[in-house]
């Protein structure tokens, strides 16, 4: 069974750092591009970041490039996203999600996600 488990998330005022770690079992991680996506009441569900499994190349959305950074560490299983520079904008429930095909950018080409992890950023 793929389980995947978010940890890390928090309150913190802006301005401000989080890292969130997601642990993968159940799967090869190696084998699987990795994501973080997050949503907002009211919001769907949108990108934030994508690391390769082929190379660890990277991709971010807009709004949080040059302030997020997404890793993985194969031999952990893991996968962080390292968050600074933290705006109120922020503030969203986490999810990390495996790659299964189609557009890494849309929530349709995943098919595991963890339950997620709640930020919220004081302004």
């Known amino acids: 069974q793929v389980q995947l488990v978010e940890s890390g998330g928090g309150l913190v005022q802006a301005g401000g750092s989080l890292r969130l770690s997601c642990a993968a079992s159940?799967?090869?991680?190696?084998?699987?591009?990795m994501a973080w996506f997050r949503q907002s009441p009211g919001e769907e569900r949108e990108f934030v970041a994508r690391?390769?499994?082929?190379?660890?190349?990277?991709h971010y959305s807009d709004s949080v490039k040059g302030r997020f950074s997404i890793s993985r560490d194969n031999a952990e299983n893991t996968v962080v996203l390292q968050m600074s520079n933290l705006t109120s904008e922020d503030t969203a429930v986490y999810f990390c999600?495996?790659?299964?095909?189609?557009?890494?950018?849309?929530?349709?080409?995943?098919?595991?996600w963890g339950q997620g992890t709640q930020v919220t950023v004081s302004s």
């Open positions: 690391i390769s499994r082929i190379d660890g190349s990277t």
């Open positions: 999600a495996a790659y299964s095909g189609g557009r890494f950018f849309a929530t349709t080409g995943y098919s595991h």
């Open positions: 159940g799967l090869t991680f190696s084998a699987y591009s």
